[in-house]
């Protein structure tokens, strides 16, 4: 069985459950898992979710659940599932640079630039903290006064922290994110990994995780692990030319996309160096849906050499708007990350914009690490290159274009299709609600 689709169970039997879903510190509108699980959840299940204010844009509006979210009293309120309306394409021009540039803050520029390394240091643990600490107090009185339910899922390190923090004992611990120890780039997210692995291993929790290499980070006993990875949730796309139509790309130009994500993390700037060097026919396009891109990129791009061959849309959409239009909208996909350690070299089925792009079935380059390596000899979905080999390795997907999209709607259909995953959490929580399990 391949990597990523082993563990679960059967469908989600007549059991209902009270489940609370607590999530503090991670935006629904960026994370196709969290949007999957709650409708996932709430098929089934009498569904609460607990979540920080700031981050329940793109809680998905088409189930009966109720949002607690934190007003400005810090009183805990109720409203519909939904309530914060989706993103509506931008109508301004998606192409300048001009026009989405934004600047660094004052602060942000001057700790960059003039603090000294060890001051640098600390100030990026007094930014972690505060974004994980802000306005915490509230949400863990909101989870205090709130009735018990059966079943408690947390989504990572800061929602256990929030969860514990209120007195709940989580369940199952839906991980986003695998980092080992001597990974985590701050103290705070140190002692956050510490209380992860600690009350997993001593309350036998149940770990939902991308992979079965993700999972066993934090949960050795693979009878508790679930393995869902993230996948979209929809029908096969055809190609669309709204991408095209909307950067005013001639027809025998070739979309290569770079999308979501577009930070260090994921090497554009270097991607752009490469471009370059490629086939003239190659237009490399940057879609950012926050319109954000950072200075050194938008300098970087503006190069007479380079304005033919970079196209930058920021249109903002739903998830599923963007896999629409977007996604399927490029010849290959880009999709890639820099080695940074365990959570960025196991992305091979954690990853939302891999998902879309096989979904449109559009073949993909993604980086020459294992797990890829391994994903694309199961399932042939694209090439793994080097950054400076992406050039080559598109002409070596357009060569055989129609195979290489056939077996990327393949993939899809058979890994990263959210359907068959769908009871997977929810007859967990069947089970642990009657007393099996724990």
């Known amino acids: 069985m391949a990597e990523g689709v082993a563990g679960g169970g059967a469908a989600a039997g007549a ?51 109720f949002v607690e979210a934190l007003g400005a009293d810090s009183a805990a309120r109720s409203v519909p599932g939904g309530a914060a309306s989706p993103p509506t394409a931008s109508a301004e021009p998606a192409h300048p640079a001009a026009g989405v540039a934004y600047e660094r803050g004052r602060l942000e520029t001057w700790v960059r630039t003039r603090l000294p390394q060890r001051l640098r240091a600390l100030a990026r643990e007094v930014y972690v903290a505060r974004e994980v600490l802000r306005g915490l107090p509230a949400f863990v009185r909101a989870l205090r006064r709130a ?18 923090l209120a007195g709940l004992r989580p ?3 839906y991980s986003l994110e695998a980092t ?35 999972a066993g980070l934090l949960q050795p006993d693979a009878a508790r692990q679930v393995i869902v990875p993230v996948t979209s949730d929809g029908e096969p796309l055809a190609a669309s030319g709204w991408l095209r139509e909307r950067l005013g790309l001639a027809p025998g ?34 879609h950012s849906a926050s319109g954000r891109f950072v200075p050194e990129l938008l300098e970087l791009v503006k190069a007479p050499e380079l304005a033919a061959r970079v196209r930058l849309s920021t249109d903002h959409f739903t998830i599923d708007e963007a896999e629409r239009r977007v996604y399927a909208g490029a ?53 793994c290159a080097r950054v400076e080999e992406i050039g080559a390795a598109a002409a070596r997907l357009l060569d055989a274009a129609p195979a290489y999209r056939q077996a990327a709607r393949a ?13 997977r959490v929810a007859e967990v929580v069947g089970r642990l609600a009657t007393g099996q399990g724990r």
Not at 31 to 50: G, I, K, T, Y
Not at 199 to 211: C, E, K, N, P
């Open 147 to 164: 009735a018990r339910p059966a079943v408690v899922v947390v989504a990572d390190k800061t929602s256990l922290l929030a969860a514990r």
């Open 180 to 214: 080992p120890y001597a990974e985590e780039t701050s103290l705070l997210y140190k002692a956050l990994n510490r209380l992860e692995r600690r009350w997993i291993t001593r309350h036998g929790t149940w770990v939902v995780a991308q992979s079965t290499a993700r």
């Open 253 to 286: 130009q070739v979309v290569l996309l770079a999308a979501g994500g577009l930070g260090a993390d994921q090497m554009t700037q270097e991607i752009v160096e490469a471009s370059r060097h490629w086939d003239p026919r190659f237009v490399l396009v940057l």
């Open 171 to 173: 369940a199952i611990y």
């Open 331 to 383: 010849d290959i996909g880009i999709v890639y990350y820099r080695d940074l350690g365990f959570n960025h070299r196991h992305t091979a089925y954690s990853s939302g914009k891999l998902a879309a792009f096989l979904r449109a079935g559009v073949p993909v380059i993604v980086p020459d690490f294992d797990e890829f390596r391994a994903a694309v000899a199961a399932h042939g979905f694209g090439v």
């Open 411 to 423: 993939a899809f259909d058979r890994v990263y299709r959210h359907a068959p995953y769908r009871d």
């Open 15 to 65: 059991v209902r459950a009270r489940v609370d879903l607590v999530v503090w510190g991670y935006p629904f509108d960026k994370s196709p898992s969290l949007q999957n699980l709650v409708r996932d959840l709430a098929r089934v299940h009498d569904l609460r979710v607990f979540v920080d204010p700031r981050h329940a844009r793109g809680l998905p509006g088409d189930v009966a659940i």
